[in-house]
């Protein structure tokens, strides 16, 4: 298989994007990732496209077609991938096969998520589709209340307490306050997310990522062909993913994602590093119980001590381990097929050093962590910066 | 990139399957489909599935993750391809591009629609996510009345008939009569196509193609490792994909697919053979004059001289090329995620001399074309007996 580097990056403003359709978002990221790797449209020459809920959100499928159609590509192939919340991490492995295997030269991966055109309520039934819908759903557990059953076994085995998990919003808010285009730019304090309206004990509003619309997009080439693109190509050196079961009841242990050990296990097998060779890690907190989780799984922390760890801020920026620095889901929002692939543009850009103002000192190698539904998908890409 | 074969397919009969759920439509086929490779869940290191709209019919997304679980796969990479009716066809192609490309090694395809759920009129709504929402559908605009203009000026152009459009409804039913799978097992005559329901003028209720439930699936292995597996492997020797406009009305003819000659062209050109070399085709006849463009896009015939050669038997079976022996979306059923798949599988079975009491003589070669959307994607598969 090729060596595989992504030579351009877009990304749109996330929020409530009131303003912006779906086609609308798909530009603005799109054209973005175009102008960052001096190419045009007609470049491009396979397009894979990571979105969850289109058709229950806005009624539009084919989204694949539709992204296409809008950048005005040459009839190239194009797809639609998902895997609920983790369907960028997985349009953008992707989307890496296909350039690995020689099959295309240069390819995009796009997420998008239009998620505010419907009720908060509807977006939530949506999201409900992530979990299984016969043995989860239609007993009445939403998301929050599957992660809060993970927090609660997570404070039973390992004495992790509500402010320790706090101390992730209190983290990716300050984070997210230093990018343009996060969702919210808001520094809270502990006391604020404690006091926030309780959703599912133990998780608080300001436990929980937020319903955004928003669209991010890469292009990737051979990395024999990066130079022609770029003068900071990034290497992906490992790209890993796993399943697990769908019903989070069905698992052996619910402190720890299953699918997110073996995936990362694999991705650093390939990349051939250790976890302590990390220097800034976009990992997927969708509650703050998830990103506790995701430093352990990962093998940054042990079992039972990243939420000291991250209380005491080691995982702040330029901390132990940099970690969200884009404000993660929490700050910067989560449109959710969106998400993967912003994670990746977000070490992207600290690898080349162009993190404004919340730039990692000497980031050399960066990953992300990208899971769907309570952890029945688990995407780990691992970057590097190319020589 | 390493040569791929097909050693294993399955398929659950399709139709109104009040009967079965979505995860018992995959088991059926899923594990037929194990069987006849002679391999065990835990034999299978990544999973592609093929879905349109789950979401919208069953409220469950993150079908990649429940087939993964339902069929109990070791933690494997699982995803959903969507590309509306064309998501079977694109699920198989990537999962020849994760086999080609040395990633994985015993990969499975699986196509899975469960539409019975919803009412009639919910599914077709669904259905027409396949299209633009924004420019086609809030115009009032419905998938019959799409593939209706493009008969209209197919018929304006080329003097195609009525009649002659039937007659592909008429051999695709006595098809399906002969395949134990099929939705329907009815003969009928050029007359009952002609007197049945009018849905949108000139396309009667027999030119369209029903809603039904289904799966169907197949295992790809390296080349190298098939005869492991079968006696008789099936090598896949062309695999192309394209995209056009979203919109109908974009496009600069319609009364022939455009993404659907340039996948062809591709195909063609990866498998080394002409159009006429093909033995056995399965073809997407969502409407009956999908089946006449499909005859042309895919050089079989001359612009405007399908519809004659159709209705005089030319492509019945055992004809100078045998189309849809499976009975077609038309005949066998069109459970849209599973159909690209179903294809395949009706094919490989055809190649293999298993088409019980349909059987292609000396059939060598077949290919499949799957479309989705009013042409918006489309994509070819070859496949050959291998030695």
New interface residues.
């Given amino acids: ?1 090729r060596k595989v580097a992504i030579v351009g990056v877009g990304l749109t403003k996330f929020g409530e994007r009131y303003d912006a ?1 779906l ?1 609308n978002l798909v530009s603005e990221a799109g054209i973005a990732s175009f102008q960052d790797a001096g190419m045009s449209n007609k470049d491009i020459d396979a ?1 894979y496209v990571g979105n ?5 959100l ?9 992204v ?2 809008e950048l005005a ?1 040459s ?10 919340c983790a369907s960028g991490g ?1 349009a953008f ?2 989307a890496y ?2 350039v ?4 295309h030269d240069r390819v995009m991966a796009l997420g998008i998520e239009k998620m505010t055109d419907v009720s908060t309520s509807e977006a939530t ?2 999201l ?7 043995w989860e ?1 239609d007993d009445g557990i939403t998301f929050p209340g599957l992660y809060a059953l993970m927090a609660r076994r997570h404070m039973h085995d390992y004495g992790t307490t509500e402010e320790q998990m706090a101390s992730v919003a209190v983290k990716n808010h300050a984070n997210a306050y230093k990018n343009k285009y996060a969702h919210f730019h808001k520094i809270i304090s502990i006391d604020d997310v404690m006091k926030s309206k309780m959703i599912a004990d133990p998780l608080k509003l300001y436990d929980c990522s937020p319903i955004s619309d928003g669209s991010a997009s890469l292009i990737m080439v051979p990395a024999d062909d990066a130079k022609k693109y770029t003068d900071t190509p990034i290497i992906i050196s490992g790209s ?8 989070l009841a ?1 698992r052996d242990d619910i402190t720890s994602i ?2 997110a050990r ?1 995936a990362a296990e694999k991705a650093y097998s390939q990349a051939r590093i250790k976890p302590s060779d990390v220097n800034v890690a976009e990992v997927h907190d969708c509650f703050t119980i998830a990103e506790i989780m995701a430093m352990e799984d990962l093998g940054f922390y042990k079992k039972g001590e990243a939420a000291k760890a991250i209380f005491d801020g080691e995982t702040g920026l330029n901390g132990r381990i940099s970690v969200n620095t884009s404000g993660g889901l929490k700050g910067c929002g989560h449109p959710v097929g969106a998400t993967g692939i912003k994670q990746a543009v977000e070490i992207v850009w600290q690898l080349r050093g162009e993190a404004e103002g919340r730039q990692v000192s000497n980031a050399m190698i960066g990953l992300t962590h990208n899971v ?2 309570s952890g ?2 688990a995407v780990v890409n691992i970057l590097k910066r190319g020589d």
Avoid: F
Wanted: charged share 20%; hydrophobic share 40%.
């Fill in positions: 298989m359709s086609r397009l969850m809920a289109s058709g229950r806005t009624e539009q499928e084919h989204v694949g077609a539709l296409a159609d590509l009839n190239v192939p194009a797809l639609k991938v998902e895997n609920a997985t492995r992707q096969i296909a690995a295997s020689g099959m039934t949506g409900g589709g992530a979990g299984d819908k016969s759903l890993a993913q796993a399943s697990d079961t769908l019903r069905d299953k699918a073996i769907g539904g029945s998908t």
